[in-house]
């Protein structure tokens, strides 16, 4: 039975330490492996990466991986693994481009999330993206309303591409920022701009309470109409 805290076994694994060489032998051969097959690939910005380019990576990741140490795994097997990975890619990027329906089906499509300083409700609802996720994205873009955004998509890549409306064209919109969109009531306390927060429809509203619409929701906060500034 073997004990816990072995350091021999623990260290080492019973192996003589001249393994050690062999060890940085495997790893240095790998790493090199690694950067010739994404160098092949031509891979991109891993933020950029499509869904079956991850899988790529981490394949030739676990690849790599297991014969840079354990000295039952021989580099041939693993070598050829990376050989059959580099074709699948080369594979499934030559359907794409032959195949717009495959395509489709393998990295998604771009989809419209915001049309006109509004939410596209159908759209948003068959995407994983949390509402709070998305107002971080535009965040970062320096938004503060939707009243600022003309339109706003996600790409197949995860990202998300803002397009504004011009100064003398932003409209009254839903605040994104926390302070503001957290006082968001079904209570309306005064006359005034108010915004849906389920899909950014803006209307006048001057009773205690009201339905949208658009979505038939009766969450509502102050809509905003400042500028964006860059």
Request: proline share 3%; charged share 25%; net charge neutral.
């Amino acid at each position: 039975m073997k004990e816990i805290f072995e350091w021999n076994r623990l260290l080492i694994n019973d192996l003589p330490f001249i393994y050690l060489i062999e060890v940085v032998f495997r790893s240095v051969l790998m790493f090199t492996v690694v950067l010739i097959a994404l160098r092949v690939t031509g891979k991109r910005g891993v933020r950029q990466l499509s869904i079956f380019e991850t899988v790529i990576i981490i394949a030739l990741g676990s690849a790599a991986g297991d014969p840079m140490f354990y000295e039952d795994v021989g580099l041939i097997p693993a070598i050829v693994v990376f050989v059959t990975i580099i074709l699948l890619y080369r594979l499934v990027t030559w359907l794409t481009g032959r195949s717009k329906q495959f395509e489709i089906m393998l990295e998604g499509q771009t989809v419209c999330l915001i049309r006109e300083g509004k939410f596209s409700i159908t759209q948003f609802k068959k995407e994983s993206l949390a509402q709070d996720e998305f107002f971080t994205e535009l965040r970062v873009k320096s938004v503060e309303h939707l009243g600022q955004v003309r339109n706003a998509y996600l790409e197949t890549s995860g990202e998300v591409s803002v397009f504004f409306f011009e100064d003398d064209h932003v409209k009254p919109g839903l605040p994104i920022l926390p302070d503001l969109y957290t006082k968001k009531s079904k209570s309306i306390s005064k006359s005034a701009l108010y915004a849906c927060t389920f899909c950014g429809h803006v209307e006048h509203l001057n009773t205690e309470t009201a339905v949208c619409q658009v979505c038939k929701k009766e969450e509502w906060v102050e809509a905003i109409k400042t500028l964006r500034i860059s």
